[in-house]
Structures are given as structure tokens and as C-alpha cells.
């Protein structure tokens, strides 16, 4: 599976974006996907998980009200809305993908694109 993220940048604090991720190599459809994110010098820590479907999502309670995943299936992209954004979300956004069919874990989420800078400025 390949995954390659976009969507990065340099956004003043209280600003929108939006990234995506667009996967290829296997059935879209059949998979969850994520978002991780990782900050200089700290591990990478979980951002986002949806559901092969998209009826299920599960959100990090530091993002929680703020940022939103969703995912088309139609165009195999998963997107990472980020509303009201603080310089502590300044990180490197990682698109992760799910290694077995119809699991919802954020455990499961084996494979991953490379990243996208996220700088949030004060």
C-alpha cells in the first residue's frame, strides 16, 4: 500500500488546515485509516482512526472538538480537518493505513506514508 500525504504548511494559531492522504495498492474501502503526529525530539503519537466505512472515528482527547476525520472512498482519501489550531500542534502529520480488512484498531494501523510538516506560529 502506498500513501502519500498532503495538505502541510504554516498557519497562525487559531487557523484552519485541512490534509489528505491519498492510498493506492489495494481495496480502500476495506481498510481503517489514521493520522498520526509527531513532534521534534517526542514520539509519534496518535492523532485520528476511522473506520473502513467511515462510521466509526476515534479522536485524540488533545484534538478532540478540533480537529475531525473523514474519508471518501470513491477517491481513496482520507483527510484530517484541523480547526482552531495551537503552536502545540506543531508537528510532522504521518497518514497510517490499516494491515488487515474490517479492523478498527488504532493498534492495527501498520502502514505509513511519509509525512507532512504541520507549523502553527503564535
Known amino acids: 500500500v502506498q500513501l502519500q500525504a498532503s495538505g502541510g504548511g504554516l498557519v497562525q494559531a487559531g487557523g484552519s488546515l485541512r490534509l489528505s492522504c491519498a492510498a493506492s495498492?489495494?481495496?480502500?474501502?476495506?481498510?481503517?485509516m489514521g493520522w498520526f503526529r509527531q513532534a521534534p525530539g517526542k514520539e509519534r503519537k496518535f492523532v485520528a482512526a476511522?473506520?473502513?466505512?467511515?462510521?466509526?472515528?476515534n479522536i485524540a482527547d488533545s484534538v478532540k472538538g478540533r480537529f475531525t476525520i473523514s474519508r471518501d472512498n470513491a477517491n481513496n482519501t482520507v483527510y484530517l480537518q484541523m480547526n482552531s489550531l495551537k503552536p502545540e500542534d506543531t508537528a510532522v502529520y504521518y497518514c497510517?493505513?490499516?494491515?488487515?480488512?474490517?479492523?478498527?484498531?488504532?493498534?492495527?494501523?501498520?502502514?505509513w506514508g511519509q509525512g507532512t510538516q504541520v507549523t502553527v506560529s503564535s
Open positions: 476511522i473506520s473502513w466505512s467511515g462510521g466509526r472515528t
Open positions: 497510517a493505513a490499516g494491515t488487515r480488512p474490517r479492523v478498527f484498531s488504532t493498534s492495527e494501523l501498520g502502514y
Open positions: 495498492g489495494r481495496t480502500f474501502s476495506n481498510y481503517a
